[in-house]
């Protein structure tokens, strides 16, 4: 119950780790307002992690590519929860693997066409500060709070097929959180960025190598972000944390 009347906003809460970050979140006591494009399933959700609780849960519509509708949602977690203790952006994704395109298949990179890369670099990258911009005036009056921006394995090594995920989730990421976290240090608001390797929310993330020879189960990553939020992790602010079982310490000899 270490969460108990902190209240997270949670975009991408419909599906993989944002979803399984809000049921822990509400298992420990803590409430959360879950945000999605995804209505129905995330309705859905919502409900069953309200049942089961401790915490509360609340769905949101929020395509967190719209600023109004960023601001909405915090507006709806502050009026509903009372304050907002960690915000964590999950919502993005690369074109390649969201539509499940087999690479081979996929269209080169002149050949895509340009809204793919509009949407790749609002979802991921553009939306993850609109988040911030939005919470962060909330934290300032409570004078504490956490960001947690989700970056990827794939901003290190590029991707020359999901260009617009290579560049959305790379040093532009890190830049934001020791900006946000400069910012927010006279007002107790920590920024942490978490990038995982490969994560099961697909079966075929499956095939990416790690140096411990599998792709995190979800719940792994999950437990980082709860870890940061606890009290035991006050200490950790203005980084980005790898989380890829040594996929980027591989050499070319793996
Ligand atoms: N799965 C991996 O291997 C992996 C690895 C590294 C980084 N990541 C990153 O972690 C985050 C979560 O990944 P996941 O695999 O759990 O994703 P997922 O695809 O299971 O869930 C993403 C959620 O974001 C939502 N979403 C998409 N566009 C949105 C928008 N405009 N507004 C609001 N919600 C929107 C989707 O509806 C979906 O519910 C993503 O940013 C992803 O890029 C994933």
Not at 86 to 108: H, L, M
Not at 176 to 195: D, P
Request: proline letters at 3%; one cysteine or more.
């Amino acid at each position: 119950m270490q969460f108990e009347g902190k209240c997270a906003l949670i975009t991408g809460a419909a599906s993989g780790m944002g979803l399984k970050f809000s049921e822990s979140w509400a298992a420990e006591g803590g409430n959360v307002l879950m945000c999605d494009v995804n209505g129905d399933v995330l309705r859905e959700k919502a409900e069953e992690i309200d049942k089961k609780g401790p915490g509360h849960a609340l769905a949101c519509l929020c395509d967190v590519r719209e600023y109004t509708q960023v601001r909405a949602a915090r507006d709806r977690a502050v009026e509903a929860f009372g304050s907002i203790d960690i915000a964590v952006s999950f919502a993005g994704g690369t074109a390649v693997r969201v539509r499940q395109v087999d690479r081979a298949k996929y269209p080169e990179f002149p050949d895509v066409p340009i809204e793919v890369f509009d949407w790749g670099l609002d979802v991921n990258l553009r939306a993850q500060l609109y988040v911030a911009h939005a919470v962060m005036g909330q934290m300032r009056e409570q004078k504490s709070g956490l960001v947690v921006n989700i970056g990827s394995i794939t901003g290190e090594e590029g991707d020359g097929y999901g260009v617009e995920y290579g560049t959305a989730k790379s040093g532009a990421m890190a830049g934001l959180t020791k900006s946000l976290a400069q910012y927010g240090a006279k007002y107790g608001i920590r920024c942490v960025c978490v990038s995982p390797g490969p994560v099961l929310t697909r079966p075929a993330m499956a095939n990416m190598k790690t140096l411990v020879g599998r792709a995190a189960d979800p719940q792994e990553i999950v437990d980082l972000i709860l870890y940061i939020a606890s009290d035991k992790g006050s200490f950790i602010n203005g980084t980005n944390i790898m989380i890829d079982g040594g996929r980027g310490a591989m050499g070319h000899w793996n």
